[in-house]
């Protein structure tokens, strides 16, 4: 399904264009800071720190793509990202300290990973705006 | 709230689309109003009582009233 096809207005398809386009680069330059660390600059800590402002930067920049893209939807929209804001949040601080107890108490093996976290925020997120269109269709 | 936006729409024979274009909102909001499973706005109901050339209370309706 395109953005178009979810709401025609002009402004939507602009910030969902914008959106889309921010996060697929602090999403790439996320990969790079972490491979790039491990494969292409072994060790090199200025080029890290480099690869790590780039991915602040961009993260910035994404954050406000989000809230343009939030302020161009309609009432019955904005709604539906709230409550799939809260319910991420809310997931996230919940699945979060859980998953700290679970790496500090040694039940899972290896130490805790954000990764994992920015996953399951993520599916949290999609699920909860499948969800609220879901309801309100 | 009921409402009788469907009813108007109806009546000047616009679609979904129609409207929410008139509207400024996409065409998932009207329908989610005219099924009453989202009440719009002071301003939204105001913007569908000039549109209409009705007084709000003309379209929608307090059901606990």
Redesign the interface.
Known sequence: MTCEQ????PA?INTTKQLALWTGAWVGSAALATLGHQLLWTNNISLSLIAIAINLLLGMQMIRAYIKHIKAL????Q?VQIEAAAITAGTGIVAGSSYSYLSNFGVIQQEANIAVLIVIMALAYIAAIIIG?W??? | MKNRLKVLRAERDWTQADLANALGVSRQTVNAIEKGKFDPSLPLAFKCARLFNLAIEEIFEDENH
């Open positions: 979810l709401d025609s207005r939507v309609d009432e019955l929209q709604k269109m309801r309100y269709r």
